[in-house]
């Protein structure tokens, strides 16, 4: 059976889902496992699916650059990757509309916000334009690229089998999961970049899918493309002492990182201050890419061909020369991805981390006396992509299993796991936030499953509100609000303007106990004129991290909510306590 | 900093200092006497944002001596003529010192709006006309203006009793209003003060008197 066949087959099966068959077996397995088994025949199909567009795109992208190989060695080559650039931008921002950027990002974001809702024209906007950008020698790879068209992929078959938000979202992971698996034939490291950076929730629940479409993607991808790691190396032997010298491997890759993400950072902003940004923005940048092929040829396009060589020990250049070409592809990719062109820091991690991994090793070697020879210079690339994945994207697991498996070696693990974590320890010294996270959790949005943020971020206050109070007028005198206190059992009262919904202010029982005893007074006040006219208000849209807020600047233990002016209800901190409790057992329950 | 003056700073009990520097959730050094540096906290609770520093809530103050303050700042008219409640307003607020032409017109439409809904009138020959809300802005402190009538006018008192003496109370925030019309309601019921209020003072008088009984009562 080939595997379009068996593709067919599955989706077949998705599409009779609601089947008995399907029921009678999950009711066999007990009620609360009956959507999980659900799950699986759409985990399938999401891996199938996103392991045929990340087959596509990687093939295509393969064909289309070596296909321009004849134009970029002519004299239009050092304008190619402006061209493609601009165009890869223009397909992204024109015609679907959508924000720049490498998109891992709005991919958190779906999960962290909407509920694992994507937009369907995310399934092909960065899929066309990274194919131009990078297959033109943009600096940059397609596993963001494919990270995001995949998991709007997983995001559109949950909407189309109508799950809930949660499950949704764990589709849209089984996209990611499909994505890298199928790009890279590396089923581990796609399970556990979905986990480890999209998802960052650990259960059966999400677990188990994410791992059924990791396998169909990656079995997909051996069919159509072979078993093959995307590099290949002899076996490789590493001493103690190396490992030792891995240690400062780690701090160098840190710091490689930490530049990288800065240089990303930098672009961007020189981007975001040039005029018509979509157009000139990619061809000045792309136009400096153009010029760095042109001086160095190995810094521009997704790299592999440079990755391949550092590992196979065929990097040839000494130690600065290596440096230079670890600064040049960091130049290009920020350039690149800076201009906004649709693309991502996978492929260039692993490249400059190869390089750099080599550059040290043959430093190092420089340094020891004859006669200690140190292990192959190929491992210490190894290494380095461990160390640059780890730290550029605050992704250890990722980093390592990545490496691990892309390599199909598992003698080199010490290495790696000691260089991804010393990288990311050093990383994390200049950036708290990965480049994927920092503009999620600067605007409050990096909210993580289950986590206490979260779960004040999605309770609004419209719906913790105390209903049963007792407005008042503000043109009603204490007089006759004795009668009103003596009906309730409540300290505050919301006061109203004559029309009965405008919000004026709010009533303390406490303040004006003194004059409700003195009947003549009573008589003469109005409540408008007592009242507290000054109360700080919340908005009815709010969420209880923003209400909470309110309570702290004002030291208050209830505050009216306002729809505009019109009043909605009170908020008691005591009743905010209650509902963030119930909310916590809801959504972190154990 | 000592571990007491660290909870006082972050607004929390001692002991829950105690367990975040036990679970590791805080830094702090190892010396016991002086296990925090402000500096390190400020930026830890900054990170969290934690409220961190003097407490900003307001604590009501009881002021000394409000009412006859207020009468002081205030003034105290004798003999006065008028045909009607909005004719005495209008003498009260046109002897408030220190106003702007324009904000004693606003206070005028206040206080005469105020009376529009309901007699401001208090019983005994006395009445407490003052604006439907506090004039903010106008004033930073409490202002009386007491108006002793030649002839008791008609202020539509539930007791009848036409009023010979008008209090004109003023005060910057709903708050003081509150304390003000506490330390009226107080002031009127000592004995006495009926007849005398009804027989008229002076501003020194007036003054005076509720100063001692402000002070007997504690207040």
């Known amino acids: 059976m080939t595997m379009l066949e068996i593709a067919g087959e599955t989706l077949a099966q998705v599409g009779s889902l609601p089947g008995r068959g399907w029921r009678r077996l999950a009711r066999l397995r007990g009620e609360s496992d009956e959507r999980l088994v659900l799950m699986l025949p759409l985990a399938v199909a999401v891996g199938i699916a996103s392991g045929l567009s990340a087959v596509a795109l990687r093939s295509g992208v393969h064909e289309v650059f070596h296909w321009l190989a004849g134009v970029r060695s002519g004299a239009l080559g050092i304008a190619l990757p402006a061209g493609g650039m601009v165009l890869g931008v223009l397909v992204v921002r024109k015609l679907f509309r959508e924000a720049p950027g490498h998109g891992v990002p709005q991919v958190i974001r779906a999960v962290c916000r909407d509920g694992g809702r994507m937009p369907r024209r995310s399934i092909l906007s960065r899929w066309v334009g990274s194919m131009l950008t990078v297959s033109a020698g943009g600096s940059a790879g397609l596993e963001a690229p494919i990270v995001f068209s995949a998991g709007a992929l997983g995001s559109a078959i949950g909407g189309l089998a109508k799950v809930d938000e949660r499950r949704r979202s764990v589709l849209l992971a089984c996209g990611v999961a499909g994505g890298i698996a199928g790009i890279f034939n590396a089923p581990i490291t796609g399970l556990v970049f979905a986990m480890e950076v999209v998802l960052a929730e650990w259960s059966a629940l999400s677990i188990v899918p994410v791992v059924l479409a990791a396998v169909s993607a990656t079995e997909l991808s051996r069919n159509l493309l072979g078993n093959a790691g995307a590099f290949s190396h002899s076996s490789f032997e590493m001493s103690t002492t190396d490992l030792l010298w891995c240690v400062g491997l780690g701090i160098v890759s840190g710091f490689v990182s930490a530049a990288l993400a800065r240089t990303l950072r930098f672009f961007e902003r020189v981007s975001e201050k040039l005029p018509a940004r979509e157009i000139v923005a990619p061809a000045v940048l792309g136009l400096g890419v153009g010029v760095a092929g042109l001086v160095m040829p190995q810094a521009v396009g997704e790299g592999y061909e440079t990755a391949q060589a550092a590992i196979s020990g065929n990097l040839a250049a000494g130690v600065w020369l290596c440096a230079a070409l670890a600064l040049a592809k960091i130049v290009t990719t920020g350039l690149t991805l800076g201009s906004g062109a649709p693309g991502g820091v996978f492929a260039p991690c692993l490249v400059v981390g190869s390089v750099v991994g080599v550059c040290f090793s043959r430093a190092a070697q420089a340094v020891l006396p004859a006669g200690h020879p140190l292990a192959h210079e190929g491992s210490y690339a190894l290494a380095g992509m461990s160390g640059l994945v780890a730290g550029v994207m605050h992704a250890p697991l990722t980093g390592i299993l990545l490496v691990v498996e892309v390599t199909g070696g598992y003698q080199l693990i010490l290495n790696l796991m000691l260089v991804a974590v010393i990288s990311l320890v050093v990383a994390r010294q200049f950036d708290r936030h990965s480049i994927y996270t920092e503009a999620l959790a600067e605007r409050g949005e990096l909210l993580r499953p289950g986590t206490d943020r979260r779960i004040l971020s999605d309770l609004r206050v419209h719906e913790t509100l105390d209903q049963f109070v007792d407005p008042v007028r503000e043109t009603m005198t204490l007089a006759d609000f004795v009668e009103v206190v003596k009906k309730s059992k409540r300290n505050h009262f919301p006061v109203l303007r004559a029309d009965g919904v405008t919000f004026a202010g709010i009533l303390h029982l406490g303040d004006v106990r003194e004059l409700l005893f003195d009947p003549e007074l009573a008589r003469l006040t109005l409540i408008g004129t007592v009242m507290d006219a000054n109360v700080a208000r919340v908005p009815a849209d709010a969420d209880l991290s923003d209400a909470l807020e309110i309570f702290e600047r004002t030291g208050a233990w209830v505050l009216p909510v306002v729809d505009g002016e019109r009043f909605a209800g009170l908020l008691s901190k005591s009743t905010l306590f209650d509902h963030y409790r119930r909310e916590l057992s809801v959504q972190a329950p154990g | ?219």
């Not at chain 2, 607020?93 to 009138?121: I, N, Q």
């Not at chain 2, 006395?126 to 506090?134: F, I, S, T």
């Not at chain 2, 003000?180 to 501003?203: E, I, M, Y």
């Open chain 2, 1 to 219: 900093m000592e571990l007491s003056e660290a909870a006082r700073l972050l607004h929390v009990s001692e002991a829950t200092l105690q367990r975040w520097v036990r679970q590791g959730l805080m830094p702090a050094s190892g010396d016991a006497d002086d296990p925090f540096r402000v500096d390190e906290l400020r930026r830890w609770a900054d990170e969290r944002g934690l409220p961190f520093g003097e407490s900003s809530a307001r604590t009501p103050q009881r002021a000394e001596r409000m009412l006859s303050s207020a009468v002081g700042r205030g003034a105290v008219l004798r003999g006065v003529t008028a045909a009607n409640a909005s004719e005495v307003v209008e003498h009260l607020v046109r002897a408030v010192p220190d106003l702007e032409a324009d904000e004693r017109a606003l206070v005028l439409e206040r206080v005469l709006d105020r009376e529009r809904l309901a007699s401001t009138a208090l019983g005994h020959g006395v009445a407490l006309p003052h604006p439907r809300a506090p004039v903010a802005g106008l004033l930073a402190d409490p202002v009386v203006v007491v108006a002793h009538l030649r002839r008791p006018v008609d202020w539509a008192a539930l007791d009848g009793v036409p009023v010979h003496t008008a209090l004109l109370l003023l005060s910057p925030s709903a708050p003081v209003h509150l304390q003000l019309l506490s330390r009226v309601s107080h002031a009127l019921k000592q004995p006495g003060v009926d007849a005398w209020l009804a027989a008229g003072t002076t501003q020194a008088e007036f003054v005076e008197r509720v100063r001692a009984i402000e002070e007997a009562s504690g207040k």
